[in-house]
């Protein structure tokens, strides 16, 4: 099956593929709109992401330069207040570069594909550092191998050096030069900070490629449903599945899932949950 002519390879559309291939065709390329809840209760979980888009755009205004007593959000937003004075202890853009574009968004042909990265904040100096940022919201923090082995921390730094040049006064962008952070507004102080190398590079560059053609090549019908059905508990088209009728307790989910051997079901909730907000 050819991908539709306007098609993008995003870290969120690859993350479903490497879950679900049926998931990836149902929701980018049939564009599916499924209208179940992805865990319970849903009250509160639409809350909190809610809370999670609101703290990315009340960073993206700090970033853009409105001053920081026009945003303190007002004192009934308990949660939002919290994560907003997180940010203001935690001392993190002491360690980064000045030089920032928040929600930058980085595009790359690359062998016959569009490659998009849509990024909280990129953070650099040309020739030397390049910080890629992501703001994260979940309530648990995730153990530092699942962040290494995830695949926006593999997607956003190749990208990066894909795209950078127009960042990077004409000069391509070295592997060695950037690193991704992840910070936690509920953990301000575990900060993730993960180095990419031409090593990373040279791994990705293959991973990528393999799994755009396999994506690429895929027959309409090859598209299969994960065996795994755990991958469904906190998927919305459960129900079209026929796996089932009703959602996780997504609190349960990513307590549970913290566990080592377990991380591949805490990839497929909360943290994507708001992973990649549309900006
Ligand atoms: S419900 Fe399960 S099989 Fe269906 S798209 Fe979601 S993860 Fe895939």
Redesign the pocket.
């Known amino acids: 099956m050819s991908l539709p002519a306007n098609f993008q390879f995003s870290q969120s559309n690859l993350h479903d593929y490497i879950?679900?291939?049926?998931?990836f065709e149902?929701?980018s390329l049939l564009q599916m709109q499924w209208p179940a809840p992805r865990s319970e209760p849903i009250l509160e979980q639409e809350h909190h992401i809610l809370m999670g888009e609101r703290f990315h755009h009340l960073l993206h205004q700090y970033f853009i330069g409105i001053p920081k007593e026009l945003l303190a959000p007002s004192r009934e937003e308990e949660q939002l207040n919290a994560w907003w004075e997180n940010f203001n202890r935690s001392g993190l853009l002491d360690s980064i570069p000045k030089r920032v574009l928040p929600e930058k968004t980085l595009a790359a042909s690359w062998e016959g594909q569009r490659l998009i990265a849509k990024i909280d904040l990129l953070a650099f100096i040309p020739g030397e550092h390049f910080v890629i940022l992501d703001w994260k919201t979940s309530i648990n923090r995730p153990p530092s191998r699942f962040l290494t082995d995830h695949i926006q921390s593999r997607f956003y730094p190749f990208v990066l050096v894909l795209a950078g040049r127009s960042l990077n006064n004409r000069k391509a962008v070295l592997p060695e030069q950037i690193e991704m952070i992840y910070w936690f507004a509920n953990f301000p102080d575990q900060i993730e900070r993960i180095r990419y190398s031409q090593e990373k590079y040279t791994r990705d560059e293959e991973f990528f490629s393999n799994l755009m053609h396999e994506i690429s090549r895929l027959p309409a019908g090859q598209f299969l449903?994960?065996a795994d059905?755990r991958?469904?508990r906190y998927?919305?088209?459960?129900s079209?599945?026929e796996?089932g009728e009703t959602a996780g307790n997504w609190r349960e989910m990513e307590a549970e899932s913290l566990g080592v051997d377990d991380l591949e079901s805490f990839q497929?909730i909360q943290f994507d949950q708001i992973a990649e907000i549309t900006f």
């Open positions: 879950d679900c291939a049926r998931r149902l929701r449903a994960t059905e991958k469904c998927c919305n088209f459960r079209f599945c796996r497929s």
